[in-house]
């Protein structure tokens, strides 16, 4: 089950002790990926990779037994269903005790490519390893840690704004609130930029994208929309263990939008009917 607890215990895993994974916990982890759907409806394809069979690795990493590779189809909303779809199944792996890592670039990405049977028209954004955490970290991924503050985040109100981007969200305001989107402020993001912004206004969350240059390329898609897909998937689980139904349309929020802003979806939290 993810918890509140799995997403904030849950950290980016480079150097792995060289375990295989265990059959039976592979095939639950395969399971719940056939299962990783998406508030969009796209379909994400998931293709689990034995390292050494396949002669697949990264540079950042070390002792990696296997990766799983996700697939989807160039579509709109194809970047932020991966994302959301993708985060999901590793948040269930690090339940069962398995690292993992989003890796977009560090890695010979044809051959990944190839081993996935990528189609024409699919994406193939991202892998992932999935092994058991070394008990000691590399040198090599301590000095990544420290050089992208791992261990930090921006402060909510930077990231969450109440009616418009003129007012953070605070106080009383985000009272209700405010566990849901601790764990959205918490999401792993492609150099920790955390480039999704959240407005309150009218009982909907609209989740907005702010663009950096550089994160977006033919192969991978939108790289910043598949990390704002990653803080859709924190906020609908955070919302569904403390017992909310989230809905997410895509609606005019009818704010204005900064620079370099793109609008792209809205969540609406209600209590479940008793």
Not at 129 to 155: H, Q
């Given at each position: 089950m993810i918890t509140a607890n799995t997403i904030l215990t849950r950290r980016s895993v480079r150097t792995y002790d060289g375990r295989a994974v265990e059959p039976e916990k592979l095939e639950r982890v395969k399971a719940f990926a056939r299962e990783a759907e998406n508030p969009f409806g796209i379909p994400v394809t998931f293709v689990f990779l034995d390292a050494k069979e396949r002669g697949l690795s990264s540079p950042v990493l070390t002792?990696?037994?296997?990766?799983?590779?996700?697939?989807?189809?160039?579509?709109?909303?194809?970047?932020?269903?991966?994302?959301?779809?993708?985060?999901?199944?590793?948040?269930?792996?690090?339940?069962?005790?398995?690292?993992?890592?989003?890796?977009?670039?560090?890695?010979?990405?044809?051959?990944?490519?190839?081993?996935?049977?990528?189609?024409?028209?699919?994406?193939?954004?991202?892998?992932?390893?999935?092994?058991?955490?070394?008990?000691?970290?590399?040198?090599?991924?301590?000095?990544?840690?420290?050089?992208?503050?791992?261990?930090?985040?921006?402060?909510?109100?930077?990231?969450?704004?109440?009616?418009?981007?003129?007012?953070?969200?605070?106080?009383?305001?985000?009272?209700?609130?405010?566990?849901?989107?601790?764990?959205?402020?918490?999401?792993?993001?492609?150099?920790?930029?955390?480039?999704?912004?959240l407005v309150l206004r009218d009982g909907w969350f609209h989740f907005c994208l702010r663009h950096d240059k550089g994160y977006l390329g033919e192969a991978v898609g939108d790289m910043q929309k598949i990390d704002l897909g990653i803080a859709l998937c924190h906020f609908v689980l955070g919302a569904e263990e403390q017992g909310l139904t989230c809905r997410v349309e895509i609606r005019d929020p009818g704010i204005p939008l900064p620079p370099e802003t793109e609008y792209i979806a809205s969540a609406a939290l209600t209590k479940k009917a008793e």
């Open positions: 002792g990696e037994p296997l990766y799983v590779a996700g697939k989807v189809p160039k579509a709109p909303y194809g970047e932020v269903a991966f994302g959301f779809s993708m985060e999901k199944l590793l948040l269930y792996a690090w339940s069962l005790g398995l690292g993992s890592v989003w890796i977009g670039g560090t890695m010979k990405r044809e051959a990944f490519e190839a081993a996935a049977a990528k189609g024409e028209s699919e994406r193939m954004p991202c892998v992932s390893p999935l092994g058991y955490p070394a008990a000691k970290r590399s040198l090599r991924e301590t000095v990544m840690r420290r050089g992208c503050k791992a261990d930090s985040r921006l402060d909510g109100k930077k990231l969450f704004f109440d009616g418009t981007f003129d007012t953070p969200l605070a106080g009383k305001a985000l009272e209700p609130w405010g566990d849901v989107l601790e764990l959205v402020r918490w999401a792993p993001s492609a150099v920790n930029r955390q480039p999704w912004r």
